[in-house]
């Protein structure tokens, strides 16, 4: 089923692909058009090869997917909207919490061939598994039972003669056991091991039915000749990947394997040929973006790096993220000082409040510690926003603890809280600590959290009525005059201007009312 996509190596570099961040379609990286028009080459043998390509969770997987389409680009693919046009279905995968890798597994279950799933029926009806063996795809169900004896067959979608891959942190973490739950499967690939990427589908195109890329032993960063960019004002840039850490809930040491950095020179020749393309605005990924080692002979620091990412020419505005409270110094907040470039935004998840609980977490600090790193942000020359992310409801967690981690959200004041329920990881320590807190009261505590949350967010953003802030233009509303951006401190501005075109300009918005999660302003002039 592969010989269709069978293309020659000579195409990784043909002409029709676009350089590094350039959209594909007319109107540079500000279009409206974030998708673009992709190049629309024929693979040998005349078929046309198509990819669809969907991405879970979080800005680092959509970054990673940016960087897939690339390679698939450069091999002569085309992108289309939906996998039923597509040849070739990829997921890239997030299992960071239960339910977004169970989305992945319903994703796939609407792929099962009928064939494949009465095969898989009677395989299991032969060792005796039924309707209650404990898989999520692949069970053979009532449905599949009316299929079987005459019922609809076309209930899902027509998956026999594509190509389907898993990619991303479901993949790494159940390897080869997706062959075994989704037969249909031929792909499953982990992040630490996208290098490996164009030879894996090489592989496929050249008749291979199953490929795996699982390795995490690699000390290599993900880089690639194309990056099809999807956001036209903010251009993505891992600078780190994996992670050293070991929070004692947390899959992604085992799913994006050891920290490797990028040597400092690549970044910021990256950099200067996005400035090149247009992009004023960058954003610096990591897992732990501060835990950044430069490899190469420079030994640039992550403080350093972000000075002369700043200085880029044509660069107007860096961002970072995630950084871990641990690695966090002064000499990050020196460089916010010393660079405006340098948003007014950084993300610092704490997790907690309470120390006993960031103690059994293994996040490597204390309340106050913590505390200490807020202390030097809030020391910075202008005011810097800051965003955490909590989880509640960790084994033990008591009613004391949650309070603590209120009283932090009244002391800290951020101005943007992500609070998650724990949700237990295969692989991790948490998953065997005892006092296991029930659902209903995770989610008592999540929503008595998000309460107090968004009333502090109210009072601050309320104080910011009447103020002016340069604003990137990203978004046009339907209605008449109306448009959408960000600030410096990322906070979304809805403002009026009768003005015809604004996209990815800068300009100047007047605050006029305050929302607990965004502001409405009107335009009062260019930035
Ligand atoms: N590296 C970042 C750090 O150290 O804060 C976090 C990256 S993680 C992909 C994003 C967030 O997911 C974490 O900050 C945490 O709040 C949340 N998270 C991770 N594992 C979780 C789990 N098992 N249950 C609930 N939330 C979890
Ligand atoms: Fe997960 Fe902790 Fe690493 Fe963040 S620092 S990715 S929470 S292990």
New binding site residues.
């Given amino acids: 089923m592969a010989k269709s996509f069978d293309i020659g190596l000579e195409r990784l570099t043909g002409a029709g692909v676009p350089r590094i961040g350039v959209t594909q379609e007319g109107g540079g990286p500000f279009a409206n058009d974030a998708q673009g028009k992709k190049p629309s080459l024929q693979v040998a043998g005349g078929a046309e090869s198509t990819f669809y390509l969907e991405t879970f969770g979080c800005q680092m997987n959509d970054h990673d997917s940016e960087k897939v389409a690339g390679v698939l680009l450069a091999r002569g693919y085309r992108q289309v909207d939906g996998p039923e046009a597509a040849k070739v279905i990829l997921y890239n995968t997030c299992s960071i919490r239960e339910k977004a890798a169970q989305k992945v597994f319903s994703r796939l279950g609407e792929l099962r061939p009928v064939e494949a799933t009465e095969l898989r029926w009677i395989e299991e009806s032969k060792l005796g598994l039924g309707k209650s063996a404990n898989l999520e795809i692949g069970v053979p169900r009532a449905e599949d039972a009316e299929q079987r004896s005459g019922g609809v067959r076309t209930r899902r979608l027509q998956s026999a003669g594509k190509i389907i891959g898993v990619l991303g942190c479901v993949a790494q973490q159940e390897g080869e056991g997706i062959f075994e739950r989704a037969p249909w499967v031929s792909l499953v690939c982990g992040s630490a091991s996208y290098r490996k990427l164009p030879q894996l589908i090489a592989e496929l195109e050249a008749g291979n039915r199953r490929v795996t890329g699982l390795d995490t032993d690699t000390d290599e960063t993900f880089e690639t000749e194309i990056t099809r960019r999807d956001n036209p004002f903010r251009a993505y840039l891992t600078i780190i990947e994996g992670?050293d850490?070991?929070?004692s809930y947390?899959v992604?040491?085992f799913t994006r394997g050891p920290e490797r950095s990028r040597a400092s020179a690549s970044i910021l020749e990256e950099v200067r040929q996005l400035a090149e393309a247009g992009y004023s605005e960058v954003q610096l990924l990591g897992?732990?973006v501060n835990s950044y080692a430069d490899p190469s002979a420079r030994k640039m620091r992550f403080s350093e790096l972000l000075a002369a990412v700043a200085e880029v020419r044509g660069i107007r505005r860096v961002r970072f993220t995630?950084s871990?409270p641990r690695d966090f110094g002064k000499d990050i907040v020196e460089a916010i000082d010393a660079h405006p470039t340098i948003c007014d935004q950084v993300h610092l998840?704490v997790q907690s409040g309470s120390t006993a609980v960031l103690r059994a977490m293994a996040r490597t600090y204390t309340r106050e510690e913590y505390l200490e790193k807020i202390a030097l942000l809030k020391a910075a020359r202008r005011p810097i926003s800051i965003s955490t992310d909590v989880i509640v409801g960790f084994p033990g967690e008591t009613e004391k603890d949650f309070e603590e981690t209120l009283s932090l959200l009244d002391e800290v004041q951020y101005d943007n809280v992500f609070a998650f329920k724990y949700s237990p990881r295969p692989n991790t320590p948490s998953l065997k600590m005892a006092d296991a807190i029930p659902e209903e009261e995770k989610g008592r505590r999540l929503a008595i959290l998000m309460d107090r949350q968004r009333e502090i967010q109210r009072v601050r953003n309320e104080k910011l009525v009447g103020e002016t802030f340069e604003v990137l233009v990203d978004g046009k509303s339907r209605r008449e005059n109306q448009w959408s951006g960000h600030t410096s401190s990322n906070r979304v501005v809805n403002f009026t201007s009768p003005e015809q075109e604004l996209l990815g300009d800068y300009v100047q918005v007047k605050v006029t009312k305050a929302m607990p999660h965004s502001l409405v302003g009107e335009m009062v002039g260019r930035g």
């Fill in positions: 992670c850490k070991a929070c947390c992604v040491p897992q732990t995630t871990h998840p």
